[in-house]
């Protein structure tokens, strides 16, 4: 079934992300969504239906990359739309943000759109891969420098990956 994967899809723009698959996307016709918040994935099943498949991951845990292959291929998904949405940033000077929150913010932002891209690439034959960057990803700032440079990372990475993957469409 053509499927789309978002995620980051419990709040914000990952909401949004979710609404405007629903309303444009007709040939899609499963929509699996992730991030932590459980009880909010359920809720978009709620509102939209069965549609909606929850899969409650923590993105920065290593089992959450295995889950989801396991979901793609139990769930015979065609992906064809994979939202790489979820992200976090947090502000202060590098050295006021502790080593974990620094290290968190890399592995969210960086490691897991690289291995989310990874795990469903295979599932993928043709279809769109949309990167939720920044502003940050283009400047880096003061009191940001973390969070500017993971998204400078997933800008680098989509520029790249638009070019190699344009042969599979
Ligand atoms: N808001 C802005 O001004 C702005 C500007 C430029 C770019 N962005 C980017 O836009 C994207 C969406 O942000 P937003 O503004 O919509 O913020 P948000 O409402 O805080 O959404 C972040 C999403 O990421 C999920 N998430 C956080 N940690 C996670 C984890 N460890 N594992 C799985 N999912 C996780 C959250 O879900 P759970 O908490 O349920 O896990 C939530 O669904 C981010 O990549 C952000 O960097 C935001």
Redesign the pocket.
């Known amino acids: 079934m053509k499927t789309a994967v978002i995620?980051?899809?419990?709040?914000?723009?990952?909401v949004e992300f979710v609404k405007a698959v629903i309303e444009k996307r007709r040939d899609i016709g499963k929509i699996i969504v992730?991030?932590?918040?459980a009880e909010?994935l359920w809720e978009l099943k709620k509102i939209y239906g069965d549609i909606i498949y929850p899969l409650p991951?923590?993105?920065?845990v290593d089992g959450a990359f295995q889950q989801l292959s396991e979901t793609l291929k139990e769930q015979e998904c065609q992906v064809t739309l994979l939202i790489n949405?979820?992200?976090?940033?947090k502000l202060g000077n590098f050295d006021s943000i502790s080593e974990h929150d620094n290290a968190l913010m890399v592995r969210?932002?960086c490691e897991a759109v690289n291995r989310v891209t990874g795990v469903c690439l295979p599932f993928m034959q043709g279809g769109e891969i949309i990167n939720?960057c920044?502003?940050?990803s283009f400047a880096p700032n003061i009191r940001m420098a973390t969070y500017c440079s993971t998204?400078a990372y997933v800008m680098s990475l989509s520029r790249a990956l638009r070019e190699e993957l344009k042969p599979r469409k």
């Open positions: 995620t980051g899809a419990s709040s914000g723009l990952g992730i991030a932590r918040r909010r991951l923590d993105l920065t949405n979820a992200g976090f940033g969210l932002n939720t920044s502003i940050a998204k």
